[in-house]
């Protein structure tokens, strides 16, 4: 027998109704909204930046560095999804722009970002199916570990990086990206690499500020980066072709929203991929009476994320005390795997 094919993942398969007309208005596409963020971005980066200038030589470098990569490295992340959508300005020349140097940020070549994540979007959080499912399920706290470290993104980037530069396409490579779209992502790979190695041979040369102003601020933002994005599904349920059972929301401040690309709303935004960061907030108060409620803030629920692992890596009960949680998440003793990282 044929294995059934699984739904597509959308508003419809979830059972979430809205206006026709309320989508179109919502879907409308500015582009001075992601223009006022992105100067709000650098001018951030700016002030980090100094501080970082005027800490050298002190032990308050570190903190300053690890400030300077939040700012970095999570609004990275946000822009470079939410331009890989092509939602985030009118002029798509602007989108395409803004993709590729976030990308260069994030570590991935801007077309493999962006046509895996329209498969995460198709099949999202389908086991073996989902091109950008980041760990194993059920999570440990060793996965837990290797995906905030940065270490599991690191290795996988620098994979797709080498397979596309030398064009030994994986299967999953040529699953998401042919003809055309995969000459240019093989052309940006290879560009990206330059840009990376130049790196190293520019200090060589006594050129060092990209080092402490990039290269180290990257690596210690990065784990607030994934914190973020390791509750956008984990400890939801596989194979649903409902985005409310797989994808989670969760309550935050207004840094939270903005380092974050209002990404906080992220059932909402699984719902309705093509409205744009700035009008989620109006899309939330238009479904929200369908939807269950945000989880706790920011870490409030990554604290219980990881008591939940801990709790499964001892083989104790994990029952999740105030996030939502699926079921067969839910476990006492040893547990079955349900999913294998797809990144």
Known sequence: MTPKKPLITNAASSGIRLDRDQVKQLTQRRDLPGLVYLAQWVA???LTSTAVWYSMGSHWIWLAMFVHGILLSVPAYALSHETAHLSVFRTDRLNKIVLWITSLFYMEEPLHRRY???NHHAYTWHTGKDLQMPFDTPMTFRGWLYEISGLSMLIFHTKVLWALSTKRYTPTILSAMSGKRLAESTRNARIMVLIYLAIPVAA????TWPIW?????HFLGTPVMLLFTLIQHVELQENSPSLVDSTRSFRTNWLG?????NMNYHCEHHLYPLVPFYSLPALNELVRDQLPEPDPGFFRTNLEVLDVVIRRSLHRNTKARSIRQASVHITEGRFKPIGRATM
Not at 213 to 217: A, C, G, L, S
């Open 44 to 46: 951030a980066l700016a």
């Open 116 to 118: 895996t994540h329209a």
């Open 204 to 207: 060589y040369y006594g050129i």
């Open 213 to 217: 102003f990039v290269v180290i601020p």
């Open 257 to 261: 929203r903005f380092l974050y690309a």
